[in-house]
């Protein structure tokens, strides 16, 4: 079991690393994929099902979106110095309205402020070290935990879409 858990640690380290290794027009490439990703499953909720949760202790479909895109914009003024458009302590996740046009609107605007961040950046900068307080990171490697992050999230969503009866969009890893 030891030599399992050692090895997925390892997968996972190379996979964040290579993802952290790509240049600025690979990685906003990569994140323009992955707005369009979110917003196929925006889309394929139905309007009612925005406010539904799997079980009563986790988020709703909306609130899975909302708290994906808090989270852009944490990653990517970390990454990229650009301040976020949210105030300090505002979460999307807890101000906006939980329906399908309000919701959808805020994830979008959160992946357009992830890759406009991305091409005010230069190469170089994603080799350059942050300092989280306890953290430091590099941009890049910080970059791809942000992108690890929206991924997970939509991912759950999946889960949400099929207790809906509906088909979750196919994988769009190209």
């Not at 889309?43 to 989270?71: C, I, N, W």
């Not at 605007?109 to 430091?136: H, N, P, R, W």
């Not at 590099?138 to 991912?155: D, N, V």
């Amino acid at each position: 079991m030891k030599k399992v858990s050692f090895l997925l640690l390892m997968l996972t380290f190379a996979c964040t690393t290579a993802f952290a290794q790509l240049t600025k027009d690979q990685l906003v490439a990569e994140w323009t994929r992955a707005k369009a990703y979110t917003k196929a499953y925006l889309d394929a909720m139905p309007a009612d099902g925005y406010t539904f949760k799997a079980t009563p202790e986790v988020r709703s479909f909306a609130g899975q979106m909302l708290h994906l895109a808090d989270d852009n914009y944490f990653f990517l003024s970390k990454v990229s110095g650009k301040p976020s458009p949210l105030a300090k302590g505002v979460s999307l996740e807890k101000t906006v309205e939980q329906n399908k046009e309000a919701t959808t609107k805020a994830v979008l605007d959160s992946y357009d402020y992830a890759i406009g961040a991305l091409q005010g950046m230069t190469d170089a900068q994603f080799a350059e070290e942050v300092d989280l307080g306890k953290l430091k990171s590099t941009r890049g490697l910080l970059l791809s935990k942000g992108f690890e992050h929206q991924t997970h999230h939509r991912g759950q969503a999946t889960v949400y879409l099929r207790l809906k009866g509906v088909t979750p969009p196919p994988e769009m890893l190209f």
